[in-house]
């Protein structure tokens, strides 16, 4: 089955402790990127990346790092987290598709993380 | 940067009734993709529908179809016969066909859709 893993499902840590949501896509999926969704804000791009060893910023990457040093996998680290990092996270993946391409960009199941 | 409205933070309709969210959008592209998602209690994203701007035809995806008006800039989801299992958190989401972004989605702030009895 065609799917995107996240790992914790539910996180709950203190201030400053560093952590990292796992990612997986068993699609060979050249894309993956993360969202956080937060109340009145819809989701937002943290970061992407379009291949192995290629990532950058998306919109709010701001306390967040990413790696992807395999192409299924593309984890999400907070260093030193704090309670405004707290929020709903998604991990999404689409193939690559040369031209004009619309494929569906599949999500994980997401991630609730709360920095207290 | 495109950015994308969702005016209808609630929206309330009757069980087999139908029902209409708005969505605009802002970009200086001609080629784009439109989307909605459905995000129900468990939070799952769940795309509904999908539009292709070089398209004049009208998305339907069975009891979902779309309203795309692209001149101006308007993207409307249209549920007919609701059904209880439609009450969510919905999405409108613009993706541009620009590779080097990765598959941005920009998402509008959402409408919460509750079906009553």
């Known amino acids: 089955e065609a799917q995107v893993t996240q790992n914790p499902r539910y996180l709950i840590t203190v201030t400053g402790k560093k952590l990292t949501v796992t990612c997986s896509q068993n699609m060979n999926h050249e894309y993956m990127s993360w969202y956080r969704q937060d109340p009145g804000l819809g989701l937002r791009q943290i970061y992407y990346?379009?291949?192995?060893?290629?990532?950058d910023k998306g919109d709010v990457p701001e306390g967040y790092k990413v790696s992807r040093k395999e192409k299924r996998n593309f984890p999400l680290i907070l260093e030193s987290p704090s309670p405004n990092q707290t929020s709903l996270y998604f991990c999404?993946?689409?193939?690559?598709?040369?031209?004009?391409?619309?494929?569906?960009?599949?999500f994980g199941e997401g991630s609730w993380l709360t920095v207290v | 940067a495109q950015t994308v409205t969702q005016s209808q933070p609630e929206m309330s309709v009757q069980e087999a009734e139908t029902v209409t969210l708005s969505c605009t959008y802002d970009?200086?592209?001609?080629?784009?993709?439109l989307f909605w998602y459905k995000q129900p209690p468990s939070r799952q994203m769940i795309l509904v529908i999908r539009?292709?701007?070089?398209?004049?035809q009208n998305a339907t995806e069975n009891r979902f179809s779309v309203n795309f008006q692209k001149a101006a800039k308007s993207f409307s989801l249209k549920i007919s016969d609701s059904q209880l299992g439609d009450a969510a958190m919905y999405f409108c989401?613009?993706?541009?066909?620009?590779?080097?972004?990765?598959?941005?989605?920009?998402f509008g702030t959402g409408t919460r859709l509750q079906v009553t009895l």
């Open positions: 999404a993946s689409r193939p690559f598709e040369p031209g004009l391409s619309g494929n569906t960009i599949y």
């Open positions: 970009t200086s592209e001609s080629d784009y993709y």
């Open positions: 989401a613009y993706r541009s066909p620009n590779t080097g972004t990765a598959s941005k989605l920009t």
């Open positions: 539009q292709e701007a070089y398209k004049q």
């Open positions: 990346s379009m291949n192995v060893e290629v990532t």
